[in-house]
């Protein structure tokens, strides 16, 4: 898996629109690292719980959620410049390998302040844009595919978690829940449970009389609790059965909703709404081009005649200004030549004055044309508007509610289609009632697991109490020896059975402590300090080695290298845990010094994962730091969060603090 891209719009203090290119690989080069820079509360943390929210909606565990309901959450996370139209956005561009083909998905998450239902609306786009509608309903199970939320920490984790870890001597719960399922114990449990059994029969024989019946009462109970535990624990492997079969029955019962047409069905009355609107709407657009089907917009049929028409009176107007002009022309020749007769001129010149005159006079007149249109010249005046001007306007009008028609009829034939997949309203009940079914026996069936779970802890601490008062009952109690030698032999027993247990998970677990270990040991600038990292079987905790193979008291280890050991161990987690993952990580060096921060910056960062995302102030990782990581070309994009604490926005800046 690759993020390709990260597009925040009005989320958090990120204002507008800002993009941030993820892509560590270009042009055939690949550089792991994408560095974010950022002051405290400049947004980095935003960044993350942005990532977590794409993927995981409601099921994300964001930084700032706390108790808040989900609706609250989204509403808090609306810019407080958004206008109260404009969406929140979210949308993370990532690559995965699917059937042994890269694909791209672009998840999208968009939502208003005090959004509708309580949520956000989600959309999921593949390579070419295209709305993937049947992987919307299916989102939260196809993630789990590809990063389970229950391991998403070990890949999308902050300085606090590295903190909290390195300063607890046994892992939290989310941690220990990710080893405990490479362990399985219980052959030796059972055997030691056999054995405790012996143990009390062996109290039983050497109590003196008047403590047999002390000790009877505490056997009698001790044995009730330990019947009673199996057959609830018995029951709750039923009870669980139970569950997992309505929970099966409650998915099935969901796809064949949304199969059958009874998401579409429940939202009926909606589309049929907006199928009567679409239907006025396309009338309206009918009703104007009948507008303009009434005034001139049937001229467009005939405008080449129109043209010729105009042309004809242009030429007619031309003719009657020559006919004119040339009764004023022989007028004037006639004058002309009376005053040149008087100059005394031969005839022969006479004549040629005139021959020139009269070809003067042709030239001018042109030929005689045919009048027949005889156009009035305030109507050649309309016609003139009409084709350059009102008969076009209209034609673009016209074409304009064409297109909208067109876009109206589409729309309508889409509400149709959807209109027609949908479950008739008998089977949409029947469908939503097997739902609704499905959804009552699941909560009913969690109740009653639930109790049973309860049930099932207070047994055990309960059992536990009898042993520990059988225990005492014995130590001040029994006196003879030669059955002291059995108990004191079957407590060794445990011992060793408690050794082999402990040897098994540390078998189980070898894989784990070496990953552990060799990160560790990669990390540590003091490769003498520890030899070799162990996990204890029961809580997990990690105890560490020297060469001589003498333990090393954790307190020994700096606060830095805590925080390497913390490190390590995500680390090595997250390479067991076999998923081909980026890993980002906020606030990484901490309390490091020069030292095992340069260890982190040129080995851990490099080789986390083929992606790491590092969101870091101007202190953890400085101008050296990002100088080295520069030379060893480890960095593929650089971004600076540059926020401005007057209008309290951050704005996504190209290129880090140097």
């Known amino acids: 898996m690759r993020f390709i891209e990260l597009v925040l719009e009005n989320f958090g203090p990120y204002r507008g629109r800002q993009v941030i290119n993820l892509d560590s690989q270009e042009h055939g080069n690949s550089r792991p690292i994408i560095l974010l820079g950022g002051m405290n509360g400049g947004g980095k943390t935003t960044l993350m719980d942005a990532i977590r929210l ?57 939502w208003t302040k005090n959004p509708k239902d309580g949520k956000d609306n989600l959309g999921i786009l593949d390579a070419q844009e295209w709305l993937d509608s049947s992987l919307v309903n299916i989102w939260d199970e196809y993630i789990e595919n590809l990063l389970p939320l229950g391991i998403s920490n070990l890949f999308l984790f902050d300085g606090e978690q590295v903190k909290e870890l390195a300063e607890q001597e046994v892992p939290p719960p989310i941690v220990a829940n990710a080893i405990r399922g490479l362990l399985g114990l219980e052959l030796a449990e059972r055997l030691a449970d056999d054995i405790d059994i012996l143990v009390n029969r062996k109290r039983k024989e050497i109590a003196e009389i008047q403590n047999l019946a002390n000790l009877e009462d505490i056997e009698q109970k001790l044995k009730q609790q330990n019947a009673e535990y199996q057959s609830t624990n018995n029951q709750l492997d039923v009870f669980k059965d139970k569950l997992e079969l309505a929970e099966k029955k409650q998915k099935e019962a969901l796809d064949r909703f949304i199969a059958e047409g009874g998401k579409i069905a429940g939202d009926r009355s909606q589309l049929e709404q907006q199928e009567k609107q679409k239907i006025a709407e396309a009338e309206e657009t009918r009703s104007r081009l009948c507008t303009c089907a009434e005034d001139i917009l049937p001229l467009a049929l005939i405008q080449p005649l129109l043209t010729q028409v ?37 005839a022969e010149q006479l004549d040629k004055i005139k021959s020139l005159i009269n070809e003067e006079n ?83 069936a969690k109740v009653v697991y639930e109790t049973a779970r309860r049930r099932l802890v207070e047994l055990e601490a309960a059992i536990e109490k009898s042993k520990k008062d ?56 003091k490769s003498d300090l520890v030899h070799r990292i162990a996990i204890d079987t029961h809580t997990f905790s990690l105890s560490l080695y020297d060469l001589q193979g003498k333990p090393v008291p954790k307190h020994r280890l700096s606060a830095g290298e805590k925080q390497l050991l913390a ?41 986390a994962s083929h992606q790491v995302i590092l969101l870091s102030t101007d202190t953890e990782i400085g101008e050296k730091e990002v100088q080295k990581l520069r030379e060893n070309d480890a960095i593929a994009r650089e971004y600076l969060l540059k926020y401005d604490s007057s209008t309290r926005q951050t704005n996504i800046e190209p290129g880090y603090f140097w």
């Open 470 to 525: 059988l225990k005492q009952y014995t130590d001040q109690n029994i006196k003879r020896h030669n059955k002291e030698h059995v108990i004191a032999a079957s407590t060794k027993v445990q011992e060793t059975l408690k050794l082999f247990r402990e040897r098994l998970a540390l078998r189980k677990l070898n894989k784990l402590e070496l990953e552990i270990t060799e990160c560790f040991r990669y990390l540590l600038s």
């Open 362 to 444: 042709q030239e001018i007149i042109g030929e005689k044309k045919e009048l027949w249109l005889l156009a009035a010249p305030e109507n050649m005046q309309q016609l003139a508007n009409i084709i350059n001007n009102d008969l076009e306007k209209v034609k673009i009008s016209a074409q304009q509610q064409l297109a909208v028609l067109k876009t109206k009829e589409e729309e309508l034939i889409t509400l149709e289609r959807q209109l027609q997949t949908a479950a008739s309203p008998e089977a949409y009940q029947q469908l939503l009632d097997a739902v609704e079914h499905t959804q009552t026996k699941v909560a009913e």
């Open 310 to 346: 105009q042309v004809q009176g242009e030429k007619e107007k031309a003719t009657t200004q020559a006919q004119i002009a040339q009764e004023i022309l022989l007028e004037r020749d006639k004058r002309l030549v009376d005053r040149i007769t008087q100059l005394g001129i031969t």
């Open 54 to 110: 794409a993927l995981y909606g409601q099921r994300a565990q964001c930084s700032t959620r706390g108790n808040l309901s989900y609706s609250d959450f989204l509403t808090q996370c609306v810019n407080s410049h958004t206008p109260p139209n404009k969406d929140t956005r979210i949308e993370l561009v990532f690559e995965h390998i699917e059937n042994d083909k890269p694909v791209h998905y672009r998840v999208v998450r968009y």
């Open 567 to 607: 490190i390590a161990f995500l680390w090595a987690l997250a390479r067991v845990s076999g998923h081909r993952l980026p890993v980002a990580i906020d606030t990484p060096l901490g309390r490091l010094d020069s030292s095992h921060r340069s260890n982190l910056v040129e080995r851990y960062f490099p080789s």
